[in-house]
């Protein structure tokens, strides 16, 4: 058991941290709001010189062969900055897909790209109807003159709206449901057949609605086993909920920080409000939200890459449940103790606020995980 | 002693509830049903036509078009224009600056303001709070000088809501910045919005709606007889609003509403590969909700039985205890309904569904809106004091701490 | 709508609070543990020359005809003094049941008897197999010589002990869970084939085990309708549920009382405690809980005489929820306002405390009716 | 950086489950398993076989008979020891008197004391707290006053726990009544149990066990060569003894046994008809109960490498959050099993089983200890500073507010 950083890890933390403190200051970061993608395509080429984009490929494919806990200490640094760029979608998400699931070609051609910032993906798996069910997939996908003709709708698809190369579950066999049957294709977004409606989520990242219609790919486009894609996608999901805990542990860093900064200063009725004992005891207990948080984080950090699928699952379900639950409390106190200006969007709080409660609706709610760990009591 | 309604509150209540079913116009309900909230127009017509029924006033006296209702009857009252759901009665005419000119306005006063206000002819707005006040009002600077037959009022107010809908504004002024103690020198002002010299800013909440405001006044002349009250005897006015009946404080009738429309909702959607309104964890969380809406139900119960009562003005400290329960109820259960929509709640469509597109279709509106009372109701254990200051209130008044 | 209480029920309050005043102060409460029976005889004779033991009984019967309001008042003033005596098995229970279920012959045998203080009755229905399962009934009665014979064991049946006629359940007909094929039986408790062994509870009070072999009774021991038991059944558990409703919240009062004047006058660091804003904001919340569980005992004494079963069975499961949380709540924090006194047998605190808990679980407990709200969600 | 044991911890763990699993006796671990709290002889017995393998010292150095652990190697045979589960080892032997003797002790003191204590030849307890004192130890009135090579104690001590066990105490008393502030003037004496004058009242606890003592000293004549570290310097040996290591504070493993027991008995009662174990709400509490100690369990890892690394004296703040959170997860889990249990938890058997008799049988042992232990520890967030202490701690040393 070790918690210490290696020096390559502490440098890592340390130049991402530098960057968003020189960019991404919560003034700064309203423009990148504004900007076409509301995005950063600046920042963005920046993590791309910075490495970050291909930190978890190995180098033979441009890449850092960085591991989780690489990963974990870049997305606490995002979520301390709320950065609005597609790193989950691209890197973890898309990256992890053909990472573990593509062949050697699909590796060259994509990796690279993602790498030096020319390329971005997106993960087009979840459905309307399917809410949080990982095997409700009813897009469908059919052999046709030697390749494949997918019909469908994806929706909710994070940063969709940007992406050169969709990620697309769709279902070669079976019902509604089977675990069987789910296969993974990489779609060029440009596709005829693709139409894609980007929009806002409730926390400023983008997002798009997908409909596929006859879109023809080729045989090449398969990524990992026909019908065996299910397994490919849980990876995918831990890696997503592994980097989100830990985006969510920076941003309760950083909204505890700031309402215990605010409780330092703000007065009312001739005191600052932070000498109430109420008030301090609620940070108190925020701030050990916030640490069985990081705790959780970790957990997830060290579990993704674990071979045993049901121990993997198992632990990464605690942590989305841990996190979630600490997220929404940590959060939802710093509105509170914030008063009416938490309410506004003038403060950065009620931005962190928000985005602990999108990643609470990633890949499924607490709810839906918690349900997961009561079936596996025994 | 008798929990039940009696055979005429319970006719009253069919009363109420047939004519909201026969006049709340289908658009509005609509929209409501929905989750979204009631725009400036829909509070507009529905309360007219309350008022032409003579129920907008519902706690006025008869003489100034008031039903003569008794505080259990509003409550009815209020309860079923939540669950059905309409539109609310513009609080800030009907429980604040209609109580306020009865109990303290002049003759002129009433003539000019009640039946305008009775009828949302004008829309006020509440002058209270001030950028760095929050819940400790008595510090106010916004600051009125004397100067012939008017005031001139300059100074900031804050979390105005509805003020860039408002035609007047009660606001309360500093008139005389050496009093011994704070409360002293305050005065109570009716204020046109249209005076020279008013600026309205927006303040956008975390749910992107516009409803919050920042007033500046800069050189705002205020004629004499729009003071109500003597001057600097502002705070009594002030105590008597805030102290005023305080039936719907918990805005229950809401949390049933947000619970019912989960459970439809629930139906629509699914959780594990059945219906989520078939599953145990979510089954569990709204009989939970459903015993904690039924103990405030009856709590409420004994506090408006009791105002009726025992009308000895300061109100019931037990009123704390609907603040607290009803705010945590409203978070709960708009809370709830954000989560059946699960995925579907986290986007904005508003944009998507004004424009005419081609694109792949959005999602149920119902879904996004949940968030958006799920959001913008993260104030209700903020504004009227915070939860917080409600437990102090609790502490001293009956713990006596 | 009127929570007023009429001149009686005032005067009845009054009397009762009274002669809690006057006998069962904390210091006295210790002597009636101590007797015998682990309660006081002398104060059982008060209540019948009061007239508390036949409240809910009509004139007939030599009772006062009082209603749901009236046993609440009742319940409410022990629950204050934490009366030991078996109020609750024998006119409550016991009561209900020959009062519902009776014939006039049975009535006018036993509800007398009961009203003068010279008949205890118990209710003996739980198993210990069933645990909460109410129909969960394995007590086997047989027609034999024109009587009825009785074999099986009750388990944890309150003041079964002290009782002279026990009220028990068995199957007449069907399976295990069945709902129907129970029938209650009026037994002697010193018939042949009865054995018990009394107990204490964590809360001071009795109870006892029971076992029945081979014990005969006549036809007119069947109370109600043979093999239609479980209405009746369920009525004497709502009566129970109602009444102890009251006793919580009077046990609630008490503590919440005990705690804040402990507040006032316990320094530490130089201080009261209750000058600590933690503890001001711990008591309003325990008054809030208090006051929330207030107005679900009033809703249990309304509903325990509505005709509609279904509406009935629903809201007491609602004030059984609020009233098991809400002592829970109450209790445990008086507790944790007293520290280490609170933990010891010296203050009245700590028992206050174990009664709430053995309340929370009698007739089942939070969790098994918050199930029963969840299957009723509709 | 990585959370996994290594392969030599691993190794470790192996070695401490098996030396348990063959050497705790059979009679004691079936009482533990039914939730009786261990008895003296049964806690004695247990050091022993320990200590003869070298393993009860465990935070000591070699020299005085320590297993020189890595603190890491301590939380994982704690943890073994509380999930066997076994008698845990007398905390006032192990972790207060010895590292105390060690830091501040004479040889003769050392060589004295320090091998009985580890052996339990000695049994020692603890004589802090006072009446009125509660959580502010400062305030302590117990004097010692100097007579020759002698103390003379007069005072009284409260929540003793096994003092009527107990050889030795080791005590806080006021030397200097004087002293300018409250923590000076303070001396840290060893007393002999036997010494007359002390008398040991017992105090009863919730569950209706006798844990707890007040300790009455009249005229208790203590040799000086008893006292440790300087006059009036005792109060920086408390602070040392209080700040010491906390590995064990959360009490994990207790919580894993509680929620571990709660399972197995779970499948032998029923809820609606099904075994409660296959019951949905039952599941989600125990899921959720899993989380948390996961949680907690990960939070402890970094506390404990942690101390190893930096070994600046003071505890790490976190430390409060094991004891808030870990003795949160002791109450729920204690609470857990009783409600396992259901009805049958509620009777106290102890008199019947001690009775032999042709009543009717009495219900399950594992029921009614499991709310002995519920009971129990509801002071376990009373004992080592409140919760609310706690925070207060994390409000100072974290926050800084």
Redesign the interface.
Known sequence: ??????DE?RLLKDSVDRLMADRYAFEQRKNHVKEPGGWSTALWSQYAELGLLGLPFAEEYGGFGGGA?EIMLVMEAFGRALILEPFLATVVLGGTAVRLGGTDAQKSRILPAIADGSMKLAFAH?E??????VT?VMTTARQSGGGWMLDG?K??VTHGDCAETLVVSARTSGER?DADGITLFLVDAGASGV???G?????EQR?A???LSGVRVGQDAVLGEVGKGLPLVERVIEAGIAATAAESVGAMEAVHAMT?EY??TR???GRTI????????R???M??SL???R??A??AA?MVDEPDAAERAH?IA?AK??IGQAGRFVS?NA??LH??I?????LAV?HY??RC??IE??FG?T??Y??R?????? | MDLRFTPEELAFRDEVRAFIRDNLPAEIRERMRLGYGARKQDTVAWQRILNKRGWAALSWPKEWGGPGWSSVQRMIFLEENQVAPAPELSSFNITMIGPVLIQFGTEEQKKKFLPRAANLDDWWCQGFSEPGAGSDLASLKTAAKRDGDHYVVNGQKIWTSTAHHADWCFVLVRTNPNAAKRQEGISFLLVDMKTPGITVRPIISIDGSHHLNEVFFDDVRVPVENRVYEENRGWDVAKFLLGNERTGIARLGKSKERVTASKEMARTVRENGKPLIEDAAFRQRVAQLEVDMKALEITQYRVVSAYDRARDGRPDPLSSVLKVKGTELLQATTELAMDVGGPMSMPIWAEELAALSNDPDVGPEWATQATGSYLFLRAASIYGGTNEIQKNILTKAVLRL
Chains 1, 3 share one sequence.
């Open positions: 058991m070790d918690f210490t950083l290696s890890q806990v979840g309307r109807q399917a809410r949080y069910d409700d709708a929706s909710v449901d139409a894609r409606r929009y806002t989520m409730r926390d997002a609605e997908l409909s215990l409780s330092r007065e009312q009725f932070g000498s109430n004992q109420v008030v301090q005891h940070l108190a207990e701030l050990m640490e069985q948080g705790s959780m970790m957990l060290m632990n605690m449940v841990g939802q509105v509170q008063g009416g938490g309410m506004t969007g003038e009620g606020f928000r409660m999108v609706r990633l709610d709810a839906h918690l349900g760990l009561a079936a596996d009591v025994a």
